[in-house]
């Protein structure tokens, strides 16, 4: 039996087909490239019945992946993440059904994890000896991470005001990084004229390889398992590149085509930081493509991307789905991210947190309404950010006393 059922590319503009056992980059159109499987073979092979009894990392999809051979996979136990209730939180802003997935439990503490298992590991099934790709931080540790586990070089340029903890991650997996006086844009100029000087690296930047998508497309397929193959009313993520709601998309589309959800799509909204919104604006104007924000500036670090290569398939995802695109401060988030904490225990990454001032507002404005079911995607741990909170705790003497009661 075919352990994946992968059957060629498309491109997402034109829907030209492409050859998926070669290594391919954007489509001739500037593009990303889709990839395309024979879910009628996928059907007739695999139920849910039988996933539910396979190991519990994202490899559990892989007749949807791109991965030929079993033999090829680089892992190190991604996936099935845990989709945990916010019922208090929930309840006092007046969405008592309120769900989070929490990607930051998964390998390098961010859902980039994701992407990088899967297109590391069909790179290195198709031969492909280095990877390069620009990075806000988080993407560059995942993709050196797996790269160092296949055996692959990894060459990676980030802006100076990237995560530390990424550069350290980066360093210690033995990948050739080097930081940037600018923003992701300025890195993904770097890393396009090294690889085409250099020869031997594939550029992995996002959507400029196709199966970084097939990676994040798993949290769809999740989701549906986790809740017994229904779907939340609404799935709020945070997007910078996009990639997550594309691929989330993706998968609702295979998983309905499989007959393994029902027709009705949850509602896709694209959550952005008001220092960095442009696919919020352009979802408010009505345009098809993005302009890019100038001066893009957010302590939500993984979402800082002043213009997505893929903004048009993101906002197809948001229409088409009856979803909508809402910009949040970085005051809002920040307080998010600490009522949250103290609420639920559970600390999570400012884009996480930029989903949940979301929820508020739209709670707010009207746009949810109470019996929703909504689940917010956190895609990283907190743990990953130290600065973006500050703390002010009392220091003793050693021969000092601790107060009788708490200071009010
Ligand atoms: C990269 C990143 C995002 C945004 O992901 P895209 O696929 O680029 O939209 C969100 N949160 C975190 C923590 C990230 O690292």
Redesign the pocket.
Known sequence: MAYSFLSHLECSRTGTTYDADTVQGLSADNAPLLARYDLDGVAATVSPAEIASRPPTLWRYHEVLPVRDEANVITMGEGMTPLIPLSTYGAKIGVPGLLMKDEGVIPTG???ARGAAVGVSRAAELGVRGIAMPT?G??GSAWASYAARAGLASLIAMPLDAPLITRVECVVAGAELYLVDGLIGDAGRLIGEAVAARGGYQDVS?LKEPYRIEG?KTMGYEIAEQLGWRMPDVICY????????IGIYKALLEMRTLGWIPDQLPRLVAVQAEGCDPIVRAFKSGAKTSEPVQNASTVAF??T?PKALGDFLVLDAVRATGGTAVAVSDPALLAEQHTLAAQEGTFI?P??AACLAAVRQLRESGWLAERDRVLVLN??AGLKYPDTVQVDVPTLPHDGHIPAAPAA
């Open positions: 961010t859902f980039k806000n988080n993407a996002t994040k945070p997007a910078g590149g996009g990639v997550g709601l993984g979402i991307v990454c884009e996480g895609t990283g």
